[in-house]
């Protein structure tokens, strides 16, 4: 026995399959538009910014996508004229000054750097930057003068720590008078 299915009503279908939940009269899937319908939602250099170890510069007004590295922290410029102007900085580490008037001025200043598209012989590869005085101008060393650094840095703390003892034995002695 065949049944003639545009002669049945929803009533007629809904008594005879009484014992079915039944299902919202438009499925949640009809009501929402084909996806590719729908605007895609997106803004190029946020979306760049948001990827791990990428940012974006400018170069010229068109946006361009870089690797970062772990250790960079900031950038000089996001709008720049040339690759070769792309620059990574590293945190900076600050040894002050103290001046005889309680306050201190910048003194020597270590952080790492690089620009990733520079002209050939330049660094391509990151460094350490060492400056010692506001000009900008700094030295670029590779890990081994780095450490080589480090180790004149320790050897001149512990000068500093011996005369600032020896300055303290003479003022306990004074004191003692």
Not at 63 to 74: I, L, Q, R
Request: one cysteine or more; glycine letters at 6%; charged letters at 20%.
């Amino acid at each position: 026995m065949s049944t003639n299915i545009a002669a049945l009503s929803s009533e007629k279908i809904r008594t005879a399959l009484a014992g079915i939940p039944q299902q919202p009269a438009v499925e949640k899937a009809d009501q929402v538009q084909d996806a590719a319908d729908q605007p895609i939602p997106f803004v190029l250099t946020a979306a760049a910014e948001q990827l791990p170890g990428k940012v974006t510069f400018f170069v010229r007004g068109v946006p361009v996508t870089v690797d970062e590295p772990e250790w960079c922290t900031g950038h000089s410029n996001l709008n720049v004229s040339n690759l070769s102007d792309i620059v990574h900085f590293g945190a900076s580490v600050q040894v002050p000054v103290p001046q005889h008037n309680g306050t201190a001025m910048p003194g020597m200043e270590v952080y790492l750097m690089q620009w990733p598209f520079t002209e050939p012989g330049g660094n391509s590869k990151p460094f350490m930057a060492v400056v010692d005085d506001e000009t900008g101008e700094h030295a670029a060393l590779d890990s081994v003068a780095g450490l080589a650094h480090a180790d004149r840095i320790r050897a001149y703390a512990d000068e500093v720590e011996r005369k600032a003892r020896q300055l303290a034995a003479y003022e306990a002695a004074e004191g003692a008078r």
